[in-house]
């Protein structure tokens, strides 16, 4: 399924699959003819409840995400090991306190699976996502995100449409005041996104009072 020009989603099927939770994610091998393998991690965009689905944006100079988001189709093969991870995740069935999300672009990946399980499990527990993306064309997700019942806030970094009644600026600190929840709702906050993103919002957040036990994050790209 194509998200966006540069993001598509892959729905995998894998025999013995084990199950996953939400925001795990997956080691994908890829070995050439000549025997050169690449080997990338992706997370798992689907709900526990669902088979494995990678959401895979394309990156121009990269060795796997090209293929999976250009080339593969149905019926190719390649190596899955996974799922992996029990930091990162959130349980509908444990949760009581509300849902904080703040993604950078395709960041929201773990997050979309955090809230398809809230969806299939019925849950009921607060949630809200904070979307950061250049454009609205970049935004992966974006009529399914129309459609859960899930405070969605989108700011658009880089070009805004005509009309447009969102934030139009990076993620800072006097953001993050307006459009997450107060510390004192004590919120499981999730932070996914390049590394420079994760570590401002994660800084801001702690700065605004949140506790930095509460705040997980999983970041991608350059130190």
């Avoid at 729905?11 to 996953?20: A, N, Q, R, T």
């Avoid at 390649?78 to 991870?85: A, H, N, Q, S, V």
């Avoid at 069935?93 to 672009?105: C, D, F, S, T």
């Avoid at 129309?146 to 700011?155: A, I, K, M, R, S």
């Amino acid at each position: 399924m194509t998200e966006t020009p540069h993001v598509r989603t892959l729905v995998l099927d894998v025999p013995g699959w084990p199950g996953h939770r939400a925001g795990q994610h997956v080691d994908v091998r890829l070995t050439a003819e000549d025997g050169y393998q690449a080997e990338r991690s992706y997370s798992l965009a689907s709900a526990p409840a669902d088979g494995p689905a990678l959401t895979v944006e394309r990156l121009d100079d990269g060795e796997v995400s090209p293929y999976l988001v250009d080339e593969v189709v149905p019926g190719d093969k390649f190596e899955l090991r996974g799922p992996i991870g029990g930091y990162f995740v959130w349980d509908a069935e444990e949760a009581a306190q509300p849902l904080m999300l703040v993604a950078g672009g395709s960041g929201i990946v773990p997050l979309m699976a955090m809230l398809r399980h809230r969806a299939a499990s019925g849950s009921k527990v607060p949630a809200r996502l904070l979307y950061s993306s250049r454009s609205l064309g970049d935004v992966i997700y974006r009529a399914e995100l129309e459609q859960l019942d899930v405070d969605v806030v989108h700011t658009l970094t880089r070009e805004q449409p005509p009309g447009w009644t969102g934030y139009g600026r990076r993620v800072d600190v006097d953001l993050l005041r307006e459009a997450c929840f107060a510390p004192s709702d004590d919120p499981r906050v999730f932070v996914c996104g390049p590394t420079s993103f994760v570590e401002a919002v994660a800084d801001g957040l702690v700065s605004l009072g949140h506790r930095p036990g509460r705040i997980r994050t999983e970041r991608f790209g350059g130190a």
